[in-house]
């Protein structure tokens, strides 16, 4: 079985600045990994080069088997990607919004509108779906561009800051979303997060990122038994000598 | 007074965010500087050339009279004027073609044979007025280009003045399309269509100008809603998302061109109602409307046209984050529509000094106008020549606007003002 994610020494420049640093790691199939670090670590950029939106300056990153450069086309067909600021059209309903990117990913009209019921339900938004997206909190938005995310059950899920900026209840009905969904259609999810705790709860495994390199990589529990840590935050501050 | 506390400071904080913004300041406050004074330029260079060209062309009189009064008109017109003179020759329509031709002249006099008959009795009945017939050709191309009418107008009068009051009056005939129409002034001709015509240089600036807005603001708003990254992770073709966003706006433009075409033509019909009397010209029986050959040459040409300014204002407004910024940004491109829509809507292009001739020429917004003209008179091949280029033009945009979104640079291009350098240089390289 392909590896869902395999980054190998990915480096990438803007101008001056290297935002990536040679950055390597895989993601299984089916599991959930969560890139993390501090904001200006280069999670973004990793995260949108896995999703065909930035090309690498060196290196190479794999999709299930295909190059995100070469291949380009092929991994749009089997990922879909949550940006940080992502925003709905305003002027669009939840529904008819939902409906938008369902059609994308089929030309059936009912695998379409199954999405979008599923979608629907994940949002947890019920009457509200009917209202224009310009009318939704922060939260609601981001629960409905997490369901829009994961509705056509993806092979993989690039989620960028799923909960940034959310209060404690959207936060954790987002985390439940994506943990549930996860286990229910063998979703595998590549995420990021500065906020080390939460990702504690979802991921399966963790990168642990600094000025674009990973400084540390493994399941949760064995980063903070290896560095004698009670959570991420301090297993982080000890891997950058903060500590 | 406690209602305005703080007004100043905050209108301080105003000025100097806008005046600080160098896309304001230039598009708003730098572009028009410079732009109407170049107009102004052409203008008046042109009405000048004009004025200067009709004076230094030869008149070219055909004597059919042979009388004292003949002689002393045309001695009178040697006066202001150089003079070529035919005796006897019977202007049938050929005729007056082959001299037109044979002078390199765009109008003539006739001195009909009853001239100095009737110069003779109006000594004693002032109310026998002597006629000289003018024949006019009419290409539609300048506001100007009957100038002549009104030389010879001018000499005339002077000729009255100095002889007899309102002894002689003219009798002005236009070539239209090669055939002689009794009876119409040119001039008047010129005026009339030009008020009708002058729509359609108003309605493509418009049309341009509002459907750039929408494109870039479209694109802006994508990039300003964050829905952009997500669109081009999806699984379609980017260059089909562009070809979205260019049909959703012409359709758009398309139906606000409508409307506002059906309003200026309620607006123009209203004007031409209270036209003078004796100027009641129906262009059609002239045959100066287009046919339905040169209306579909017209809408092709705007077609490609707009096409071309969409496609050119997605690109650049793919260098901004937000919509403001777009729409600023797109007001860099407004000069190379108003330019020349104001322009070539009094002046022909043909009278205008090379340089500028080439300009006007090079700018693809020009040739929907130049078209325009064209048709009217059956000239396709002008019109035709005209979407030829900028449909390569077009061709080359849209190849660029399609590179934009196949690579990154549509999210990570941005404009640096200070010398309009990117401001971060990306790999050339782009996905398959």
Same mark, same amino acid.
Not at chain 2, 211 to 224: C, G, H, L, N, R
């Given at each position: 079985m392909s590896l869902a994610v395999e980054a190998v020494n990915v480096v990438k420049n803007?101008? !001056?600045?290297? *935002? =990536?640093?040679? #950055?390597s790691f895989n993601v299984k199939n089916g599991e959930t990994f /969560?890139?993390? /670090?501090?904001? /200006? *670590?280069?999670?973004?950029? *990793? #995260?949108r080069i896995a999703a065909t939106l930035l090309l690498p300056t060196s290196g190479t990153m794999k999709i299930f /088997?295909?190059? =995100?450069v070469q291949e380009a086309a092929e991994v749009r067909k089997i990922i879909t990607y949550l940006p940080e600021e992502a925003g709905a059209y305003r002027n669009l309903s939840g529904w008819e919004y939902l409906e938008f990117m369902a059609k994308f990913n089929t030309r059936?009209?009912? !695998?379409a509108q199954q999405m979008v019921n599923e979608a629907a339900e994940i949002t947890g938004l019920g009457e509200r779906l009917k209202d224009k997206t310009k009318t939704y909190s922060k939260g609601m938005k981001r629960r409905l561009l997490v369901a829009r995310a994961l509705m056509n059950k993806p092979k993989l899920a690039i989620l960028d800051e799923p909960t940034s900026g959310l209060d404690v209840l959207h936060a954790y009905h987002v985390r439940e979303i994506i943990k549930r969904y996860v286990k229910e259609h063998n979703v595998t999810v590549l995420l990021s997060s500065h906020n080390m705790l939460e990702v504690e709860h979802v991921c399966d495994r963790v990168a642990l990122i600094n000025k674009g390199k990973v400084v540390a990589e493994g399941k949760p529990s064995e980063l903070k038994e290896k560095f004698g840590s009670?959570?991420?935050e301090e297993v982080f501050a000890k891997v950058i000598g903060l500590a | 007074m406690d209602l305005l506390k703080g007004f100043g400071n905050f209108l301080l904080k105003e000025l100097k965010e806008l005046v600080r913004d160098p896309k304001i300041l230039l598009g708003m406050i730098i572009v028009p500087l410079l732009m109407f004074p170049i107009l102004g330029g052409i203008m008046s260079y042109s009405i000048q050339s004009a004025q200067e060209k009709a004076e230094q062309a030869t008149v070219l009189v055909v004597n059919n009279d042979g009388g004292n009064w003949s002689t002393s008109l045309i001695a009178f017109l040697n006066f202001s004027a150089r003079v070529s003179v035919e005796?006897?020759? &019977?202007? +049938?329509?050929? $005729?007056?073609?082959?001299?037109? @031709?044979n002078y390199n002249i765009t109008y003539l006099i006739e001195i009909p044979e009853d001239f100095s008959a009737k110069m003779n009795q109006h000594q004693s009945n002032q109310s026998v007025i002597a006629y000289v017939r003018f024949y006019g050709a009419f290409s539609g191309a300048s506001l100007f280009e009957n100038i002549g009418s009104s030389v010879i107008d001018n000499l005339i009068y002077k000729f009255n003045r100095h002889w007899a009051p309102d002894s002689v009056a003219i009798n002005k005939s236009t070539i239209i399309k090669g055939n002689v129409v009794e009876g119409v002034d040119p001039n008047i001709l010129t005026t009339l269509m030009y008020s009708q015509a002058i729509a359609m240089p108003i309605t493509i600036m418009i049309l341009l100008t509002y459907s750039m807005q929408i494109a870039a603001t479209s694109v802006a708003m994508e990039k300003e809603e964050k829905t952009l990254e997500t669109l081009l992770t999806l699984p379609m073709d980017r260059f089909a998302i562009l070809m979205g966003k260019l049909s959703g706006t012409i359709l758009v433009a398309g139906i606000g061109a409508l409307a506002y075409m059906l309003g200026f033509n309620y607006?123009?019909?209203?004007?031409?109602?209270?036209?003078? @009397?004796?100027?009641?010209? +129906?262009? @059609?029986?002239?045959?100066? &409307?287009?046919?339905?050959?040169?209306?579909?040459?017209?809408?092709?040409?705007?077609? &490609? $046209?707009?096409?071309s300014a969409l496609a050119l204002a997605v690109i650049v407004s793919a260098f901004v984050e937000d919509v403001r910024s777009a729409q600023s940004i797109v007001g860099y491109i407004y000069p190379l529509i108003f330019i020349p829509a104001l322009a070539l809507m009094y002046l022909d292009i043909n009278t205008l000094p090379l340089a500028l001739k080439i300009l006007l020429y090079a700018i693809p917004y020009s040739h929907p106008i130049i078209a325009s003209k064209a048709i009217i008179i059956g000239d396709y091949?002008?019109?035709?020549?005209?979407i030829v280029y900028v449909t390569a033009f077009t061709l080359v945009v849209m190849y660029l606007a399609s590179r934009l979104f196949a690579t990154e640079k549509i999210l990570t291009a941005k404009l640096k003002f200070k010398g309009l350098r990117k401001r971060e240089k990306t790999p050339r390289g782009e996905f398959q």
């Amino acid at each position: 079985m392909s590896l869902a994610v395999e980054a190998v020494n990915v480096v990438k420049n803007f101008g !001056e600045i290297r *935002a =990536v640093d040679g #950055l390597s790691f895989n993601v299984k199939n089916g599991e959930t990994f /969560g890139l993390i /670090g501090p904001n /200006g *670590a280069g999670k973004t950029t *990793a #995260l949108r080069i896995a999703a065909t939106l930035l090309l690498p300056t060196s290196g190479t990153m794999k999709i299930f /088997g295909l190059n =995100v450069v070469q291949e380009a086309a092929e991994v749009r067909k089997i990922i879909t990607y949550l940006p940080e600021e992502a925003g709905a059209y305003r002027n669009l309903s939840g529904w008819e919004y939902l409906e938008f990117m369902a059609k994308f990913n089929t030309r059936s009209k009912d !695998e379409a509108q199954q999405m979008v019921n599923e979608a629907a339900e994940i949002t947890g938004l019920g009457e509200r779906l009917k209202d224009k997206t310009k009318t939704y909190s922060k939260g609601m938005k981001r629960r409905l561009l997490v369901a829009r995310a994961l509705m056509n059950k993806p092979k993989l899920a690039i989620l960028d800051e799923p909960t940034s900026g959310l209060d404690v209840l959207h936060a954790y009905h987002v985390r439940e979303i994506i943990k549930r969904y996860v286990k229910e259609h063998n979703v595998t999810v590549l995420l990021s997060s500065h906020n080390m705790l939460e990702v504690e709860h979802v991921c399966d495994r963790v990168a642990l990122i600094n000025k674009g390199k990973v400084v540390a990589e493994g399941k949760p529990s064995e980063l903070k038994e290896k560095f004698g840590s009670a959570n991420l935050e301090e297993v982080f501050a000890k891997v950058i000598g903060l500590a | 007074m406690d209602l305005l506390k703080g007004f100043g400071n905050f209108l301080l904080k105003e000025l100097k965010e806008l005046v600080r913004d160098p896309k304001i300041l230039l598009g708003m406050i730098i572009v028009p500087l410079l732009m109407f004074p170049i107009l102004g330029g052409i203008m008046s260079y042109s009405i000048q050339s004009a004025q200067e060209k009709a004076e230094q062309a030869t008149v070219l009189v055909v004597n059919n009279d042979g009388g004292n009064w003949s002689t002393s008109l045309i001695a009178f017109l040697n006066f202001s004027a150089r003079v070529s003179v035919e005796n006897n020759k &019977v202007l +049938d329509n050929n $005729t007056i073609l082959e001299l037109l @031709a044979n002078y390199n002249i765009t109008y003539l006099i006739e001195i009909p044979e009853d001239f100095s008959a009737k110069m003779n009795q109006h000594q004693s009945n002032q109310s026998v007025i002597a006629y000289v017939r003018f024949y006019g050709a009419f290409s539609g191309a300048s506001l100007f280009e009957n100038i002549g009418s009104s030389v010879i107008d001018n000499l005339i009068y002077k000729f009255n003045r100095h002889w007899a009051p309102d002894s002689v009056a003219i009798n002005k005939s236009t070539i239209i399309k090669g055939n002689v129409v009794e009876g119409v002034d040119p001039n008047i001709l010129t005026t009339l269509m030009y008020s009708q015509a002058i729509a359609m240089p108003i309605t493509i600036m418009i049309l341009l100008t509002y459907s750039m807005q929408i494109a870039a603001t479209s694109v802006a708003m994508e990039k300003e809603e964050k829905t952009l990254e997500t669109l081009l992770t999806l699984p379609m073709d980017r260059f089909a998302i562009l070809m979205g966003k260019l049909s959703g706006t012409i359709l758009v433009a398309g139906i606000g061109a409508l409307a506002y075409m059906l309003g200026f033509n309620y607006y123009m019909s209203s004007f031409t109602a209270t036209f003078p @009397a004796g100027t009641s010209l +129906d262009l @059609a029986s002239l045959g100066l &409307v287009p046919s339905v050959f040169g209306y579909l040459l017209l809408g092709i040409s705007l077609f &490609v $046209t707009l096409l071309s300014a969409l496609a050119l204002a997605v690109i650049v407004s793919a260098f901004v984050e937000d919509v403001r910024s777009a729409q600023s940004i797109v007001g860099y491109i407004y000069p190379l529509i108003f330019i020349p829509a104001l322009a070539l809507m009094y002046l022909d292009i043909n009278t205008l000094p090379l340089a500028l001739k080439i300009l006007l020429y090079a700018i693809p917004y020009s040739h929907p106008i130049i078209a325009s003209k064209a048709i009217i008179i059956g000239d396709y091949l002008t019109a035709i020549i005209g979407i030829v280029y900028v449909t390569a033009f077009t061709l080359v945009v849209m190849y660029l606007a399609s590179r934009l979104f196949a690579t990154e640079k549509i999210l990570t291009a941005k404009l640096k003002f200070k010398g309009l350098r990117k401001r971060e240089k990306t790999p050339r390289g782009e996905f398959q």
